[in-house]
């Protein structure tokens, strides 16, 4: 792929269909327990709005397939960088709707990166993404079984892995390895998981840039060949991309 094409340039999959993957009984189960709570809460909120005084929520189409949640990305990413954000699915009416479920449309595994906020960067409001976070996007078990959530359960579309320019994990990670030096408390297991991925060919910031990329490929790598998601890559369900957001641009490019 081309590194340097926009998020939705390319075509990837078919249409979305419902998983199979988990009975009825289970899913209202697991839907339960993340929206029953914020239902039985959303009531008893401080001025409240009776519900014969709310407004239906506005209709607004949700991408259904990979393709249509990739071009909505990269939609919403032009809108950010040209600093013409919408702001959606702010309002009281979605809120209140949303207490009942969600249907995200995509889950971004990004960096903890406080200048790299999926929402922002996508300009995407509440229920629109569900978002992992982690140091330099490692994988261990409960990110895997929050991204293995998201699609199997909530029937997500798309998985998108998203690194970032001048990421400090990843620096940490490619300056432990040179000079050989222990990262403190938990931050070296960060490094290790990083440094499988370090691209020694290149040299001094090129190494870091480098080595970004090649981590998000491999993390990419690594859930697509996650039997579950990669039975729905397989049938045309899910897409699983890389991708990166450049802090001076503000441009986010699929990552091949």
């Not at 359960?153 to 798309?158: A, S, T």
């Not at 400090?168 to 403190?184: H, I, N, T």
Request: net charge neutral; hydrophobic share 40%; charged share 20%.
């Amino acid at each position: 792929m081309n590194s340097d094409r926009a998020v939705g340039a390319q075509p990837t999959a078919s249409a979305h269909e419902r998983s199979a993957l988990a009975s009825p009984a289970r899913r209202a189960l697991l839907r339960l327990g993340l929206t029953g709570t914020a239902a039985l809460g959303a009531t008893a909120a401080l001025g409240a709005v009776p519900a014969s005084a709310t407004p239906t929520a506005p209709t607004r189409h949700r991408p259904g397939t990979p393709d249509e949640a990739l071009r909505e990305l990269a939609a919403g990413n032009q809108r950010w960088r040209t600093f013409r954000q919408r702001h959606p699915d702010e309002s009281p009416a979605v809120r209140r709707s949303l207490t009942s479920g969600q249907h995200p449309f995509a889950l971004v595994l990004g960096c903890i990166d406080s200048r790299v906020p999926p929402e922002l960067v996508f300009d995407q409001g509440l229920g629109d993404l569900m978002t992992v976070r982690s140091a330099g996007e490692v994988l261990d078990e409960a990110v895997l079984g929050s991204v293995a959530y998201g699609v199997l359960e909530l029937d997500i579309p798309l998985v998108m892995v998203l690194g970032h320019q001048s990421c400090g994990a990843v620096k940490a990670a490619v300056e432990s390895d040179l000079s050989g030096e222990r990262l403190p408390a938990h931050i070296q297991y960060i490094a290790d998981r990083i440094a499988q991925n370090i691209d020694r060919t290149q040299e001094g910031d090129a190494r870091i840039s480098s080595t970004i990329d090649a981590n998000v490929r491999a993390i990419r790598t690594h859930l697509a060949a996650e039997p579950d998601l990669a039975a729905k890559v397989t049938s045309g369900q899910l897409a699983i991309v890389g991708a990166r957001y450049e802090l001076t641009t503000q441009r986010v490019h699929r990552i091949g």
